[in-house]
């Protein structure tokens, strides 16, 4: 018989507790897992563990330590792979993302954790780039170049909008970033070689790029050197904003109103705004550089939330005209050296694609061997309904945006639902003319041949890949990746075909993204020194008119007065609610059933559903909120999701149709 164990007090009970696990690149929310935090007294928010997901290992993200679990049965943390693998500041960062932007968790660490950067351990081999990097020197702050810029340490948001000395302000905000930590820098894509070239010749740190296609263990082993402050200058174009420095000092955003900050994949979270929130967590000063901002960026500018930058050259010598906003004593925007532009009134013109002045200025360039670019933002034929006399779009009443026309001639307001019959005759002029379409790129590409036979033309229609410069002596025909790409040099004419195309858009921000196409136009014309020839059949439109005179002041001020009138952005939140549910019906009754419950809330409107074209069983509901008041607030993820609705929310849209 074996002998009986001595009496005694019994062994401690282990010290269970329970963190919140997310599992990066999934669909899934936070698991809650148990563990012994004798045995891992380091596990904390910010570590990497190893868990059971389906009877399957996996690596996961801790977000919470917490007390008790929300379930009976948990699974156990199988081990601890790295203490604090992300920095507490960009997890808390990361949280306010999926939160905001109705993300998942899983789907918002995928975008700031490459595959496999848990446990990855860098390979460093003799004499590799990255290791060379790694070991360069920090520059000296005396070292660093000097400017007449001045930036607090501390954050605000500065914006510099005019178009000289953008260089300087720009290596000046860096440079005294890098005598206090590490700057990132987001930018359009085609845009960082040629700043990452400048930045290489003014500083002795290497700038690094973060994000786009690279290969997997290349963007672990810039994770892991970014996690280490091994890199100090970041550039990329979204998810640079996630870059694990521990010593952030500042952020830059170029061009911070183009859409591709905007991210595409779920959630769609703005790389701008994000910057903002994490330059705020960190106390660092953001610098948004921009010659044309976006209507958001004006009104924080004109409410005095944001800070311009001025140039050294700016000179208190006019005094900006009364508004009801905060003015500053002098011009906000100094004006820049216009081309010699000609505006070209299509109403008298009929259908032509090219008006005589525009074909003339091109026989003349095709015989002195010089180049053209001609912008039209459309690939083929669109539909839009405006009337031939008086150009006048039929709109809808309630949003005054343009009417969509779809087959069978229905028009639709892709904002509230509204729908009706095509008119027989103008509202406004009588007129039983209607136009319905516009030509695009390859029309456009066959009449410049008819009109010169011979002549090289290469067109452009995505932003996709990188195109090599064009031969001089060509005629570039393209939408607006024309603006991603190089231009080609003895650059004689700078057109943009078909202005309406982009103002009869059935979108609020329609005048807003033509005025800065037009503005980027006469800007790279005015630098080549080419002639700018504009045909609309809008030629008093404001857009047209401020581009042409580079008033950025007006254009933006009359464009919020008219924003604030409808409620539109930026002086309302505004988010899109996709629902896809087993049958158009019931998406239908779950959209109608969303827009009771949210317009019961005050400051809230919501408009729709509106079944989604080319989706089926899907409805859209636009909801408008006051500013002060945020959707997840109102309503989660959770409840959109249930019974098997599939739900998609994009906060802040850019595109709204």
């Not at 004593?329 to 002045?357: C, N, Q, S, W, Y």
């Not at 136009?435 to 229609?461: I, K, N, S, W």
Request: aromatic share 6%; glycine share 8%.
């Amino acid at each position: 018989m074996g002998r009986l164990p001595a009496s005694g007090p019994l062994p401690p009970e282990p010290a269970r507790r329970y963190c919140n696990v997310a599992i990066p690149h999934t669909r899934l929310h936070e698991l809650t897992y148990e563990f012994d935090a004798g045995l891992m007294p380091d596990l904390a928010p910010g570590s990497c563990v190893q868990v059971r997901l389906r009877g399957k290992k996996v690596k996961g993200l801790v977000l919470a330590v917490v007390g008790r679990s929300p379930v009976a049965r948990t699974l156990t943390v199988e081990r601890l792979i790295e203490a604090q693998l992300v920095p507490e500041q960009l997890l808390h960062l990361l949280r306010w993302v999926g939160a905001y932007y109705f993300g998942r968790t899983g789907e918002v660490l995928g975008l700031a954790l490459p595959r496999g950067v848990c446990g990855y351990g860098i390979r460093r081999r003799a004499g590799a780039q990255g290791q060379r990097l790694s070991e360069r020197a920090p520059a000296a702050v005396s070292d660093l170049p000097r400017s007449s810029f001045v930036y607090e340490p501390s954050f605000a948001v500065y914006v510099h909008v005019n178009r000289g000395a953008g260089d300087e302000a720009v290596t000046g905000f860096i440079a005294q970033g890098l005598g206090r930590g590490t700057v990132i820098a987001l930018m359009p894509e085609s845009e960082i070689d040629a700043w990452a070239e400048t930045l290489r010749s003014r500083f002795s740190t290497e700038p690094v790029v973060y994000g786009g296609d690279r290969k997997a263990s290349e963007r672990k082993r810039v994770w892991r050197e970014l996690r280490s402050a091994q890199h100090r200058l970041i550039l990329g174009v979204r998810s640079a904003v996630f870059a694990p420095v521990p010593d952030l000092a500042g952020i830059l955003v170029l061009a911070e109103h183009e859409k591709v900050l905007k991210e595409e994949r779920h959630p769609r979270f703005n790389a701008r705004d994000v910057a903002v929130a994490r330059a705020r967590l960190a106390d660092c000063p953001v610098l948004l550089c921009d010659p044309t901002p976006s209507a958001e960026t004006w009104l924080n500018l004109r409410t005095g939330q944001y800070r311009m930058v001025q140039s050294p050259a700016a000179k208190p010598e006019v005094e900006s005209p009364k508004s009801a906003f905060a003015i500053s004593p002098f011009p906000l925007v100094i004006p820049a050296p216009l081309p010699d532009t000609i505006v070209v009134d299509m109403r008298k013109h009929g259908d032509e694609l090219l008006a005589p002045v525009l074909a003339n200025a091109l026989k003349e360039a095709h015989a002195a061997d010089k180049s053209a670019v001609l912008y039209i933002n459309r690939r083929g034929l669109s539909r839009y309904v405006v009337c031939r006399e008086c150009d006048s779009p039929l709109s809808c009443p309630d949003c005054a945006v343009s009417y969509v026309l779809f087959a069978g001639g229905e028009l639709r307001c892709p904002y509230c639902g509204r729908s009706g019959t095509a008119p027989e005759a103008c509202p406004a002029c009588g007129s039983h003319e209607f136009r319905f379409r516009v030509p695009g790129v390859e029309m456009a590409a066959q009449e410049v041949l008819r009109l010169l036979p011979g002549a090289r033309v290469a067109t452009v229609v995505t932003e996709s890949g990188r195109l090599a410069a064009v031969e001089p002596g060509t005629f570039t025909v393209g939408t607006r990746a024309l603006l991603s790409f190089p231009w080609p040099d003895r650059l004689s004419v700078v057109a943009a075909l078909s202005v309406d195309t982009d103002l009869c858009l059935p979108d609020f921000r329609a005048r807003e993204r033509t005025f800065q196409v037009l503005s980027e136009l006469s800007r790279r014309a005015g630098e080549r020194g080419a002639m700018l020839v504009l045909q609309t059949r809008r030629p008093d439109d404001p857009a047209v008119q401020c581009a042409v005179s580079g008033e950025v002041e007006r254009f933006l001020d009359r464009e919020l007065k008219q924003r604030e009138e409808l409620q539109f952005p930026p002086y309302r939140r505004l988010a899109l609610i996709e629902l896809t549910a087993r049958s158009g019906a019931s998406a239908f009754q779950r959209g109608e059933r969303l827009c009771r419950m949210l317009s019961k809330a005050q400051g809230v409107e919501a408009l729709g559903p509106v079944p989604v074209r080319g989706k089926a069983n899907t409805v859209q509901v636009m909801v408008k909120l006051v500013r002060n008041v945020r959707l997840d607030r109102l309503v989660t993820l959770a409840q959109l999701e249930t019974d098997g609705v599939k739900a998609r929310v994009d906060i802040d849209p850019l595109e709204t149709f």
